[in-house]
C-alpha cells in the first residue's frame, strides 16, 4: 500500500487556490502510481478563521468544493478534511450545524463506512489557547447521543480497497484528557490503519 501525505499550507479562506494544490497533489500521486492521497484537517478552507465559520455563502462554497474533490478521485482514494453541514438542524448558536469532517472518495464515489458513506465527524472539540471548536462545530459525541447510539457503535472504519481505514481528526488522536479514546474504538471495529487529519 502506497499512501501519500500531501502535507500541503493551507491559505485561510482562500478555497480556489487551496483547491488547485489538492488538485496538482492528486494528479501527481496518480502518476507516482499512490494507492492513496492524505490532505490535512480543513484542507479547503482554513481551521483557524474565526466568524468565517457563520458566513453561510463561504460555507455554501466549501460544501460544494467536496463533490470537486471526489470528482477528482478515479483510480485513487482521496482523504481529506473540510467542514460538513445539516442544514435542516441548528448549531447551538442557532445557526447552521456544523461539522469538522474528514472525507474518503474513491472512483468518484463516497467510501462505505464512516459515521455515514464518505465521512466522518471529528469527536473531541479542544477549547483551550487559540481553539475554540465547539463554539463552531457539532462533536460526533452529541450526535451519537441525538441519534441515540453509543458512540462506539458509530465511529466506524471506512472499507476501501487498500484496507479498512480509521480516519480522525487531531484532538481525537490525544484523548487521554478526554472521558473516550476514539483510536482504540476505531481499531476495535477493525480499522487496520489508523490516519488522523492534523
Known amino acids: 500500500m502506497k499512501i501519500g501525505l500531501a502535507q500541503i499550507e493551507v491559505i485561510p479562506q482562500k478555497i480556489d487556490a487551496n483547491l488547485q494544490k489538492i488538485f496538482a497533489f492528486i494528479n501527481q500521486a496518480k502518476e507516482q502510481g499512490l494507492d492513496a492521497i492524505v490532505f490535512p484537517e480543513m484542507a479547503v478552507g482554513g481551521y483557524l478563521i474565526g466568524d468565517e465559520w457563520e458566513n453561510e455563502d463561504y460555507i455554501n462554497k466549501l460544501i460544494a468544493a467536496n463533490e470537486e474533490i471526489k470528482s477528482y478521485s478515479d483510480g485513487i482514494t482521496v482523504i481529506w478534511g473540510n467542514v460538513d453541514v445539516d442544514r435542516q438542524k441548528k448549531n447551538e448558536d442557532g445557526r447552521w450545524r456544523k461539522y469538522n469532517a474528514g472525507f474518503v472518495a474513491r472512483d ?91
Open 108 to 198: 468518484r464515489q463516497w467510501a462505505g463506512g464512516g459515521v455515514e458513506d464518505g465521512k466522518t465527524y471529528k469527536t473531541l472539540m479542544p477549547k483551550y489557547r487559540e481553539f475554540d471548536d465547539e463554539r463552531h462545530f457539532y462533536s460526533l459525541q452529541k450526535y451519537a447521543t441525538e441519534q441515540n447510539m453509543s458512540l462506539d457503535n458509530i465511529l466506524r472504519p471506512f472499507e476501501t480497497s487498500i484496507g479498512k481505514l480509521g480516519i480522525m481528526m487531531c484532538e481525537d488522536m490525544w484523548s487521554d484528557d478526554y472521558g473516550v479514546n476514539p483510536t482504540y474504538m476505531l481499531v476495535s471495529n477493525g480499522a487496520e490503519v489508523i490516519i488522523n487529519l492534523s
